[in-house]
């Protein structure tokens, strides 16, 4: 049974479909990657993905069940969207990992898993980032950097699902490479599945492995 | 028979000049006010003037049905006025508005009617409508700034309250802090007005008591009546709307609307 599916989504918007027709199915180990042209609506296949915009049609499935309204933030926190710029609070680098502990759902879920004060410096060695990146300042980052902080922010909450919205749009050649090799290693590391939106041919050859779905017409 | 120095309408003009200096001061300027400040002007006098007319003719009948009447009217109004204001509004708003605020204020007058002042009969339209009208004036403010505040945090800036829900918080979880700053901010007026007041400012209605020839002793516990009145009221009302807005913009599924969905026209 595959971590997550969606059977013909359709996102309508004043002016039309945007898309249509879009069926996808994610199994433990598949990279499957989203290209297309901008306002294409890549982002907003995403965000319909993890409920953060109406279904116009079709219908999502998390392994082999519709997601129930009410249980949204558990979904969410299994099937982690990861936006292009992610959020920001004012506040260290630290806080910002720290950020998604607030929330109920990674509290009750907190409990069960292993430590993560090594973890967040082990990725972010890994990335390339020096020791103290952890104590700068939020409001000084770049915006490769803080992808690279909304990508760790989401690796350390275990989730099922990572989908990444253009996740090195911001980053330096080798920085790229070395987040892929992170989130790639990650994927293969279990029960886990990843889409991954690009606009660079190079990069989808080497993230994908599973199905590519293009939006925007002819590839 | 009067304790206190009538004010003709004709000398108005003299007050009304001062306001001249005003528009000049602007014309020159090129401060683009004068035209605004014109018509508020215009409308004040002409509200006041129907008001005085409405109020004359209530006081005198001093009847149940069109005190009930008139304080409908005027909340209705306040309701409206509050969410117009804002820079952000969808349509349910105004209802919210308006029933938070007429419930409120109603509320709150009643306590005071019943529980302390204690009229006969219990809707004398002395003390009931003036009550009212601080009540509402005030909580308009409070309205408008809080909401405001609230829909412009969490829709001008989708990203960051999506952000939240994107790493799994509920809506709550997502527009706590939105909700406390327009709490913060639609209480402002009110807390600012209570730290300074009698010190830097010497309250509208206790002014009014002293001209008219009352006491400063009792015009100032009827003051200190109505500022607790105040407080209550634009407390209660601005989070009732706030929590109104919160529900509207957010599903039970915890997703943030979107702007078509609220029929709301973002530039």
């Known amino acids: 049974m595959p971590i997550l599916a969606a059977v013909d989504l359709g996102c309508r918007l004043p002016s039309g479909w945007i898309w249509r027709g879009i069926t996808l199915s994610l199994s433990a180990g598949d990279r499957a990657v989203l290209t297309g042209p901008s306002?294409?609506?890549?982002?907003?296949?995403?965000?319909?993905?993890?409920?953060?915009?109406?279904?116009?049609?079709?219908?999502?499935?998390?392994?082999?069940?519709?997601p129930r309204g009410h249980d949204a933030p558990d979904f969410r926190a299994r099937v982690m969207y990861v936006q292009q710029q992610p959020l920001l609070i004012p506040g260290t680098v630290q806080d910002n990992l720290d950020l998604p502990t607030r929330f109920k759902v990674h509290a009750r879920r907190?409990?069960?898993?292993?430590?993560?004060?090594?973890?967040?410096?082990?990725?972010?060695?890994?990335?390339?980032?020096?020791?103290?990146?952890?104590?700068?300042?939020?409001?000084?980052?770049?915006?490769?950097?803080?992808?690279?902080?909304?990508?760790?922010?989401?690796?350390?909450?275990?989730?099922?699902?990572?989908?990444?919205?253009?996740?090195?749009?911001?980053?330096?050649?080798?920085?790229?490479?070395?987040?892929?090799?992170v989130v790639l290693e990650w994927v293969g590391a279990g029960d886990r599945a990843l889409l991954w939106t690009s606009h660079d041919p190079a990069q989808v050859d080497r993230v994908r492995r599973g199905s590519r779905i293009q939006l925007g017409g002819v590839a | 028979m009067n304790a206190y120095i009538d004010v003709t309408w004709s000398s108005l003009l003299i007050a009304a000049s001062l306001l001249i200096a005003n528009l000049v001061l602007s014309a020159v300027l090129r401060l683009g006010m004068g035209r605004r400040l014109l018509v508020a002007g215009a409308r004040m006098v002409v509200q006041l003037f129907l008001l005085g007319l409405v109020l004359e003719w209530v006081f005198e009948s001093a009847n149940g049905p069109a005190v009930l009447a008139l304080g409908l009217l005027m909340g209705g109004v306040a309701g409206v006025t509050a969410v117009r204001r804002t820079s952000i509004r969808f349509p349910a708003a105004y209802l919210d508005s308006v029933v938070v605020i007429v419930t409120t204020a109603f509320l709150v007058t009643g306590v005071s009617v019943l529980g302390i002042l204690k009229?006969?009969?219990?809707?004398?339209?002395?003390?009931?409508?003036?009550?009212?009208?601080?009540?509402?004036?005030?909580?308009?403010?409070?309205?408008?700034?809080?909401?405001?505040?609230?829909?412009?945090?969490?829709?001008?800036?989708?990203?960051?309250?999506?952000?939240?829900?994107a790493l799994g918080a509920t809506r709550w979880e997502a527009a706590q802090e939105e909700v406390r700053e327009a709490l913060r901010v639609g209480l402002i007026p009110t807390v600012n007005s209570m730290l300074v007041m009698g010190i830097v400012s010497l309250p509208g209605m206790m002014t009014g008591q002293i001209l008219a020839g009352a006491a400063p002793a009792d015009a100032v516990r009827y003051q200190i009546m109505i500022v607790f009145m105040i407080a209550a009221t634009v407390s209660t009302a601005t989070f009732g709307v706030t929590m109104l807005a919160y529900a509207r913009i957010f599903t039970s599924d915890h997703r943030l609307r979107s702007a078509g969905e609220l029929g709301i026209q973002l530039d």
């Open chain 1, 39 to 66: 306002g294409t609506g890549k982002s907003l296949l995403l965000r319909t993905l993890c409920g953060l915009d109406r279904l116009g049609e079709g219908h999502v499935l998390f392994r082999g069940e519709s």
């Open chain 1, 110 to 181: 907190e409990s069960g898993e292993g430590e993560n004060g090594g973890r967040a410096g082990d990725l972010l060695a890994q990335i390339g980032k020096p020791a103290d990146f952890l104590e700068q300042r939020a409001s000084v980052l770049s915006g490769g950097e803080g992808q690279v902080v909304g990508i760790v922010r989401a690796l350390l909450l275990h989730p099922d699902v990572l989908l990444l919205d253009e996740p090195t749009a911001h980053l330096d050649p080798e920085t790229t490479r070395r987040v892929e090799e």
């Open chain 2, 119 to 165: 009229p006969t009969p219990l809707w004398d339209p002395q003390y009931v409508i003036p009550l009212l009208g601080m009540l509402l004036g005030n909580a308009l403010t409070g309205i408008s700034l809080g909401l405001d505040r609230f829909l412009t945090g969490v829709l001008r800036d989708r990203t960051r309250v999506e952000g939240f829900l």
